[in-house]
């Protein structure tokens, strides 16, 4: 049974940094696109960043450009979320999500569409406060 397992949210002040971690069993997601997304009560689950199967392109949302890097370790199929210079609005459940296909290259508009991932983690809340 595949299973994504996120871990690294917390608490921080605004400013501050989080790690996040999807660690992923029951099979391999190395040759496969992989993201995380966020969810705030009340609204639709939004794209964060992704990356490509091989780790060399990645593709983030306007919102997190410059301040979030995300990041793979195939040979520990865990994918990775570096988030800095947080902000209060960055506070949310935060998703990681995979692509069941190898070696599937993604478009720009696959990235944040919720229906070309089919697995999902359980999510992990990160809070940021002012």
């Known amino acids: 049974q595949v299973q994504l397992v996120e871990s690294g949210g917390g608490l921080v002040q605004a400013g501050g940094s989080l790690s996040l971690s999807c660690a992923v069993s029951g099979r391999t997601f190395t040759n496969s696109p992989m993201g995380w997304f966020r969810q705030t009560p009340g609204k639709e689950r939004e794209f964060v960043a992704g990356?490509?199967?091989?780790?060399?392109?990645?593709y983030y949302a306007d919102s997190v450009k410059g301040r979030f890097t995300i990041s793979r370790d195939n040979a520990k199929n865990t994918v990775y979320l570096q988030m800095n210079s947080l902000k209060p609005e960055d506070t949310a459940v935060y998703y990681c999500a995979a692509h069941w296909a190898p070696y599937t290259s993604f478009s720009t508009r696959d990235w944040p569409d919720l229906k070309r991932y089919d697995y999902w983690g359980q999510g992990t809340q990160v809070t940021v406060s002012s």
């Open positions: 990356i490509s199967w091989s780790g060399a392109s990645t």
